[in-house]
């Protein structure tokens, strides 16, 4: 099938990598404008899907606009009978949706309704969900509320973090994609609607989400920093150091120490108390300024008892 493909981030290479080895013609790749990077912002990065495009021999397309016409009449030049979109970080006109003939999909890294939005993985992890998966749907006006082709679902690691989970999805994601096109290519794509009062919203994330609150309990404090990794992360203070958690474990201990009091923290490693009378036992971390170090390193500048 003759495909226009949008994405941008890593997750979306991975889509865009499998319908190219399944033998689709890719006519061209939508990403986001490349984007300023460095302390003097004066070198543009080039976006995941923009050099593997490239590198394939794929025409690529970085408009700054969607509605004003012209990115309509690219992908009209271009003649796609599909536009497939996965983490593009766009929403697409109706002029655009209605264009190709088999219709517009997108790969998704939720079970929607569920986590409809930027950041579903994180927010399935923060949640403190134990499964999720990844949804193909038909696009529609509403954001994520298109009618579902395909899911496929998947446990959630006790210890899986968003960066490890996401390399996970956006394999699943590839996969699943090829078999929707299969679908369409056959005429036998379902349109199961969704039930729209189970939608659930994963807003994206911000540094507000950061600081580590030790009334809440253990669990919620771990999948914290598991959700938050790589980015914004998860942070707490500790002898006035404003510090990145970057690995942390449940130790199932019990305790009746204050919410933040300091449990342990010597050689063998830092333990704080949580809100539920658990503990959590701070891994890594990252103090401000500095690299990532285990919690006895920092411990050794920084006695906490």
């Not at 949640?127 to 298109?146: F, K, P, S």
């Amino acid at each position: 099938m003759r495909i226009l493909f949008m994405g941008t981030p890593p997750f979306a290479v991975a889509t865009l990598r499998a319908l190219r080895e399944a033998g689709h013609t890719i006519c061209g790749a939508f990403s986001q404008p490349d984007r300023p990077v460095g302390r003097h912002q004066n070198k543009f990065q080039p976006t995941p899907v923009k050099e593997y495009a490239a590198g394939e021999g794929i025409p690529v397309y970085q408009p700054e606009k969607l509605r004003d016409g012209a990115a309509l009449a690219q992908i009209q030049a271009l003649a796609p009978e599909l536009i497939v979109v996965a983490a593009y970080g766009r929403i697409l006109p109706d002029d655009i949706l209605a264009l190709p003939p088999v219709g517009c999909i997108n790969v998704h890294s939720s079970l929607l309704p569920k986590y409809r939005g930027a950041a579903p993985i994180n927010w399935a992890i923060l949640n403190g969900e134990r499964e999720t998966g990844v949804t193909i749907m038909h696009m529609a006006h509403d954001l994520d509320a298109g009618d579902i082709i395909l899911q496929a679902r998947t446990p959630i690691g006790p210890e899986e973090t968003a960066a490890e989970l996401y390399d996970r999805l956006a394999a699943l994601g590839g996969e699943l994609a090829v078999q929707a096109v299969e679908r369409l290519a056959r005429g036998d794509a379902p349109r199961i609607p969704q039930d729209h009062a189970q939608a659930t919203l994963a807003p994206m994330l911000t540094r507000e989400l950061s600081p580590m609150d030790f009334t809440r309990p253990a669990q919620a404090l771990h999948d914290q920093v598991r959700g938050l990794l790589p980015w914004p992360c998860a942070t707490a203070e500790l002898d006035g150091i404003r510090c990145k958690v970057l690995r942390a474990a449940l130790t199932g201990e019990r305790t009746s120490a204050a919410p933040g009091a300091v449990v342990q923290a010597d050689k063998r490693g830092l333990k704080l108390a949580c809100g539920d009378g658990g503990v959590l036992e701070i891994l890594e971390l990252q103090p401000d300024g500095k690299k990532p170090m285990p919690a006895p390193a920092f411990l050794q500048g920084h006695p906490l008892v």
